[in-house]
């Protein structure tokens, strides 16, 4: 029997991804998204027009699903997004819902989303559905963000310090996720998922740097230029100061953590950061590699 699988944030860096992989499987997918006439999905999925904040369009979107896989991007407003979305998959009869999460959820010294996606994983685990939670570490993609000062010849601004992360392609997420959705024994069980090894920002300065062939200089910002710069880019005082407590758990090392879980549920290591990289040289305006996959 073919099953429909809803993906939420289809549009987004992890959702457009399972999307296009799940197609590429021969799966029956449909994709959340708030505006179906722009969205670029590939031929054969159904775009579902709606919001993880709007549960009307959330249920909606569920019904005659089988599987789910569940987005909720955190800011204040989202607190309650991944109990409304499992209570609209439970209600629509879904089977199977597989959470994006976060490395170190619950935990309330990394902020505002660290505490949001411990309460949606809460959710999750009470559902009385089969689950699955993913929980990524900094993706490598963060770095594109260094794109437009590098262009300009500017340092990259560095509010982490020193912090070491396990840093991990999206892409390892995106088939992690993949995996979870459509594949046996995974069910009730959490991945913590990590590249091979934890990386400052200095240290991904430098293996960006070699790749491009050129230096890569960063400049540490202090707190207080931190919730500046956020709140000059349109962030609330209240996303700010959440921020602000996840930036400092991860500068005292909260995050440096490295699993096995992508190797495991894969059968392959985890990418490295340098591999991510050199596929994406391109964006930085340096030597573009075609390693895609």
Same mark, same amino acid.
Do not use: C
């Given at each position: 029997?073919?099953?429909?699988?809803?993906?939420?944030?289809?549009?987004?860096?992890?959702?457009? +991804?399972?999307?296009?992989?799940?197609?590429?499987?021969?799966?029956?997918?449909?994709?959340?998204?708030?505006?179906?006439g722009r969205a670029q999905v590939p031929p054969g999925v159904e775009a579902a027009r709606g919001h993880h904040r709007d549960l009307d369009s959330?249920?909606?979107?569920?019904?005659?699903? +089988? =599987?789910?896989? %569940?987005?909720?991007?955190?800011?204040?407003?989202?607190?309650?997004?991944?109990?409304?979305?499992?209570?609209?998959?439970?209600?629509?009869?879904?089977?199977?819902?597989?959470?994006?999460?976060?490395?170190?959820?619950?935990?309330?010294? =990394?902020?505002?989303?660290?505490?949001?996606?411990?309460?949606?994983?809460?959710?999750?685990?009470?559902?009385?559905?089969?689950?699955?939670?993913?929980?990524?570490?900094?993706?490598?993609?963060?770095? *594109?963000?260094?794109? !437009?000062? %590098?262009?300009? &010849?500017?340092?990259?601004?560095?509010? %982490?310090?020193?912090?070491?992360?396990?840093?991990?392609?999206?892409?390892?997420?995106?088939?992690?996720?993949?995996?979870?959705?459509? &594949?046996?024994?995974?069910?009730?069980?959490?991945?913590? *998922? =990590?590249?091979?090894?934890?990386?400052?920002?200095?240290?991904?300065?430098? =293996?960006?740097?070699?790749?491009?062939?050129?230096?890569?200089? %960063?400049?540490?910002?202090?707190? $207080? /230029?931190?919730?500046?710069?956020?709140?000059?880019?349109?962030?609330?005082?209240?996303?700010? /100061?959440?921020?602000?407590?996840?930036?400092?758990?991860?500068?005292?090392? !909260?995050? $440096?953590?490295?699993?096995?879980?992508?190797?495991?549920?894969?059968?392959?290591?985890?990418?490295?950061?340098?591999?991510?990289?050199?596929?994406?040289?391109?964006?930085?305006?340096?030597?573009?590699?075609? !390693?895609?996959?």
């Open positions: 029997m073919v099953v429909m699988i809803l993906v939420t944030g289809a549009t987004g860096t992890i959702g457009s +991804d399972v999307v296009r992989r799940l197609v590429a499987r021969g799966e029956k997918v449909r994709a959340l998204t708030r505006d179906p959330v249920a909606s979107a569920m019904t005659g699903a +089988d =599987t789910a896989f %569940l987005v909720g991007v955190f800011k204040p407003e989202d607190a309650d997004s991944d109990r409304g979305m499992v209570e609209a998959a439970r209600a629509a009869g879904v089977r199977r819902v597989v959470k994006l999460s976060a490395i170190s959820a619950g935990d309330p010294r =990394t902020g505002l989303g660290g505490i949001a996606h411990g309460h949606g994983e809460e959710a999750v685990r009470e559902s009385g559905l089969e689950w699955v939670l993913l929980r990524p570490s900094a993706f490598a993609s963060n770095t *594109l963000s260094w794109a !437009g000062p %590098l262009r300009s &010849g500017e340092p990259v601004p560095n509010m %982490l310090g020193s912090g070491r992360q396990g840093v991990v392609d999206p892409r390892d997420v995106a088939e992690t996720a993949v995996a979870a959705l459509v &594949g046996p024994g995974h069910a009730g069980r959490t991945y913590t *998922l =990590t590249g091979p090894e934890t990386l400052s920002p200095q240290e991904q300065a430098a =293996t960006l740097g070699e790749v491009l062939g050129r230096r890569v200089e %960063l400049r540490d910002l202090t707190p $207080a /230029q931190t919730r500046e710069l956020l709140v000059a880019s349109g962030w609330s005082e209240e996303s700010a /100061q959440g921020m602000l407590r996840s930036v400092r758990f991860v500068a005292e090392g !909260g995050n $440096a953590v490295v699993t096995g879980d992508v190797a495991e549920v894969l059968g392959r290591p985890a990418r490295t950061y340098r591999e991510w990289a050199r596929d994406h040289a391109g964006a930085f305006g340096g030597p573009r590699s075609s !390693g895609e996959g």
